[in-house]
């Protein structure tokens, strides 16, 4: 039968693992399911996210066709180490509390700039300072701005964050002499699997907690350490929940193996990685802190040509992490689009300039 978002008793069995040992696709077959895979900060060219941040779990159920919900809300840290070089991956992150205990943010022209923008200057929300770090580095032509910390305490500073300390002083950062160059970077999905207050998703007998759920806590704007607070609130509830109603499931034993038939390794690498690179430049340019009409639209014509070259590798070489991850971060990317299309107004992390004002009502974005 044909299975469609709107299909109401669809459920789920287990899983198909990639046993990165054996390299064979393995089926784990379960009475319940829980998607605990984390952000999708890969998405994007610069991320505070650990690599293995590709959005396994939502791009999963999304085609499950499960319900997917306000993927358009992506927070990004304003003050992530810009490092020169450094154009991919993880970005090291300069933690909030130093501009808590006094850290300035300054341009390149060493203006205090944040009082053009919010009368809590520094210390003003995430969206906030990293939308006015933004505008900053657009008008000057600059590719970061500056954390200035000399007039701080160095040694409360290397009690309070010796790690930060350590780290920019092994590319010749002395914070007591120099200002810390910082940029936006991505940092955390608030949207995600659509669950209800018992971490369920809308497909029987599967839950979601953490970054991978959307249960509604974060609304268009996380709050910081809520998403901590958050997984250990929803993991406690998808186990009491699972476990009240385990009894009632049945393994379901007819799941067929994983069909790798006419699949071949591939010959290419070049092929994968390239579509990465492509697909994280098209997002940080197009999809990023401020976005418009326009910018959304090229951003989805690159993704149509990605997706279509990506499932032809899928479906003719056999698995590997990095075309799985490949495929999951497109879905993920059509996903923050889409979203972002159909709200037609600026909300908390969505911030579009063709619509600058938020709507009188209030809705969420579901896929």
Known sequence: RLVTKATQDIECYGVYLLNLETHQTEKILSKITVLATGGCGQVYRLTTNPKIATGDGVAMMYRAKGRIENMEFIQFHPTALYEPGKRFGQAFLITEAVRGDGGILRNSKGEDFMVKYDARLSLAPRDIVARAIDNEMKVLGDEHVYLDCRHMDIEKFKTHFPTIYEKCLSIGIDIAKHMIPVAP???????????????????????????????????????????????????????????????????????????????????????????????????????????????????????????????????????????????????????????????????GLHYNIDYPKKSNQIENIVL
């Open 185 to 347: 970077a991505a940092h955390y999905s608030c949207g995600g699997i659509k669950t209800d207050e018992h971490g369920l998703s809308s497909i029987k007998r599967l839950y979601s907690c953490g970054e991978a759920a959307s249960t509604g806590l974060h609304g268009a704007n996380r709050l910081a350490s809520n998403s901590l607070l958050e997984a250990m609130v929803f993991g406690y509830r998808c186990f009491a929940h699972s476990l009240a109603h385990l009894d009632s499931y049945t393994i379901q034993e007819n799941i067929p193996d994983w069909d790798a038939e006419g699949t071949s390794d591939p010959k290419e690498m070049i092929l994968i990685t390239q579509s990465m690179k492509e697909l994280q430049l098209a997002m940080s340019d197009y999809v990023g802190i401020v976005r418009s009409d326009v910018r959304l639209e090229r951003a989805m014509k690159r993704l149509d040509l990605l997706h279509n070259e990506t499932e032809l590798l899928y479906k003719t070489t056999s698995l590997s992490p990095q075309l799985c991850e490949l495929r999951n971060l497109i879905t993920i990317a059509y996903l923050i689009v889409k979203s972002a299309q159909f709200r037609k107004e600026s909300r």
